[in-house]
């Protein structure tokens, strides 16, 4: 299991007879994808249905190997719809995993049971049933740490929310494949059904080429299902594959409650797929300022919520009356929106009249530039 309710649990057992306990969990379930390699990028969308809903469910969309391993995903949990994205430490990595960004809402802290690391928790944000949630996970050097990051696009709202960004001591980490999905009971209540969907996978390799998820491995647990295990109660009781037709088409998986397999354990399920790159709004810059300072300039600046979120930004000074480019930057830090512009100090040198600010967005397009004047 990758998240235990240890207190409630023990509270739990406290309370149940002993021949009961241990055995009534639904059955854990993964959906494995194809992508065997390793990426920068790594996406999925994520629904749960109505019926599908029952607390002490995670529903993971997205679990990665390497040195930077960790999962991200939906949980119904007893305090309400959480978004969770966790890094596990790693026997390479020279310090802890700290979180250098927080979204609004997110909180972090360290875990442990099945080995140790940082997660992090959002449940101001919420999910909603019979809704579609796409995750986004990407990873990026800096120097010889790593950064990785995870945002969610809500299908209600239409907005883009940057949970998170974990800085992990280890170069290079990226997402190794394949992507797993997994479906869990984590408090034995195997009684209560529940389902995930998931379509719209996507990794970008190491090269910068897309990689549609076009098949997935779906498992169920085989050594929970013994007498005696976890899952023994209900051993029966799962199911998993494809539902829909055409561009509708998903991946399912349910357990508990009264499902039925349909499928063997394990199966292989293909999903058909035409795109060639994930298919988002440009991320569009707005409401950018310059206000003058002691020192020079700050600028600030807002995103668009509904477009793709930024990745890095570019910012160019430029002098009076031309185009020429005095100076340039870029930095990759997607939570940023100030900037501090240093004025040209000596008199011999050009001093800047206007900046020119552009991004790079998650999915490593540019957007359109902005100029600003400088008061």
Same mark, same amino acid.
């Given at each position: 299991?990758?998240?235990?309710?240890?207190?409630?649990?023990?509270?739990?057992?406290?309370?149940?007879?002993?021949?009961?306990?241990?055995?009534h969990?639904?059955?854990?379930?993964?959906?494995?994808?194809?992508?065997?390699?390793?990426?920068?990028?790594?996406?999925?969308?994520?629904r749960?249905? *109505?019926?599908?809903?029952?607390?002490? /469910?995670?529903? #993971? !969309?997205? =679990?990665?190997? @390497? &040195?930077?391993?960790?999962?991200?995903?939906?949980?119904?949990?007893?305090?309400?719809?959480?978004?969770?994205?966790?890094?596990?430490?790693?026997?390479?990595?020279?310090?802890?995993?700290? *979180?250098?960004?927080?979204?609004?809402? /997110?909180?972090? #802290? !360290?875990? =442990?049971?099945? @080995? &140790?690391?940082?997660?992090?928790?959002?449940?101001?944000?919420?999910?909603?049933?019979?809704?579609?949630?796409?995750?986004?996970?990407?990873?990026?050097?800096?120097?010889?740490?790593?950064?990785?990051?995870?945002?969610?696009?809500?299908?209600?709202?239409?907005?883009?929310?940057?949970?998170? &960004?974990?800085?992990?001591?280890?170069?290079?980490?990226?997402?190794?494949g394949?992507?797993?999905?997994?479906?869990?009971?984590?408090?034995?209540?195997?009684?209560?059904?529940?389902?995930?969907?998931?379509?719209?996978?996507?990794?970008?390799?190491?090269?910068?080429?897309?990689?549609?998820?076009?098949?997935?491995?779906?498992?169920?647990?085989?050594?929970?299902?013994?007498?005696?295990?976890?899952?023994?109660?209900?051993?029966?009781?799962?199911?998993?594959?494809?539902?829909?037709?055409?561009?509708?088409?998903y991946?399912?998986?349910?357990?508990?409650?009264?499902?039925?397999?349909?499928?063997?354990?394990?199966?292989?399920?293909?999903?058909?797929?035409?795109e060639?790159e994930?298919?988002?709004?440009?991320?569009?810059?707005?409401d950018?300022?310059?206000?003058?300072?002691?020192?020079?300039?700050?600028?600030?600046?807002?995103?668009?919520?509904?477009?793709?979120?930024?990745?890095?930004?570019?910012?160019?000074?430029?002098?009076e009356?031309?185009?020429?480019?005095?100076?340039?930057?870029?930095?990759?830090?997607?939570?940023?929106?100030?900037?501090?512009?240093?004025?040209?100090?000596?008199?011999?040198?050009?001093?800047?009249?206007?900046?020119?600010?552009?991004?790079?967005?998650?999915?490593?397009?540019?957007?359109?530039?902005?100029?600003?004047?400088?008061?």
């Amino acid at each position: 299991m990758r998240h235990l309710l240890n207190v409630l649990a023990v509270a739990c057992t406290a309370a149940l007879p002993v021949t009961s306990w241990g055995q009534h969990a639904a059955p854990s379930s993964h959906m494995v994808f194809d992508d065997n390699f390793p990426g920068d990028i790594v996406i999925i969308s994520v629904r749960v249905p *109505a019926d599908g809903e029952a607390v002490y /469910t995670y529903y #993971e !969309g997205l =679990g990665w190997r @390497g &040195t930077a391993a960790g999962y991200a995903g939906l949980q119904a949990h007893p305090r309400g719809h959480n978004f969770i994205c966790s890094v596990w430490d790693n026997p390479a990595h020279t310090a802890p995993i700290t *979180a250098v960004h927080r979204g609004p809402g /997110t909180k972090t #802290e !360290g875990f =442990g049971g099945e @080995g &140790t690391g940082l997660k992090s928790w959002n449940f101001e944000l919420g999910w909603e049933v019979d809704a579609w949630y796409t995750l986004v996970g990407r990873t990026w050097s800096v120097g010889d740490h790593t950064q990785l990051g995870m945002w969610v696009h809500a299908e209600p709202t239409g907005e883009w929310t940057h949970l998170v &960004t974990f800085d992990v001591a280890v170069a290079d980490a990226r997402f190794e494949g394949g992507t797993d999905a997994f479906l869990e009971d984590w408090l034995d209540t195997g009684s209560e059904g529940r389902t995930t969907n998931l379509r719209n996978g996507w990794k970008r390799k190491l090269d910068g080429q897309w990689y549609p998820f076009a098949a997935a491995r779906y498992s169920v647990n085989a050594w929970d299902l013994e007498p005696g295990k976890r899952s023994f109660a209900f051993r029966d009781v799962w199911d998993g594959g494809i539902r829909g037709e055409g561009d509708k088409a998903y991946y399912f998986m349910s357990a508990g409650g009264k499902a039925t397999p349909s499928t063997t354990n394990p199966s292989t399920h293909a999903v058909p797929r035409r795109e060639a790159e994930p298919a988002f709004p440009t991320a569009v810059l707005l409401d950018c300022r310059a206000m003058q300072t002691d020192q020079g300039w700050n600028l600030t600046w807002a995103c668009e919520p509904a477009a793709a979120p930024p990745h890095a930004f570019v910012l160019e000074t430029l002098g009076e009356g031309s185009n020429r480019v005095l100076t340039r930057e870029q930095v990759i830090e997607p939570h940023r929106r100030t900037w501090e512009i240093a004025s040209a100090g000596s008199a011999g040198k050009p001093q800047p009249t206007r900046v020119r600010l552009s991004c790079v967005d998650l999915f490593g397009r540019v957007s359109e530039p902005v100029d600003v004047a400088l008061p």
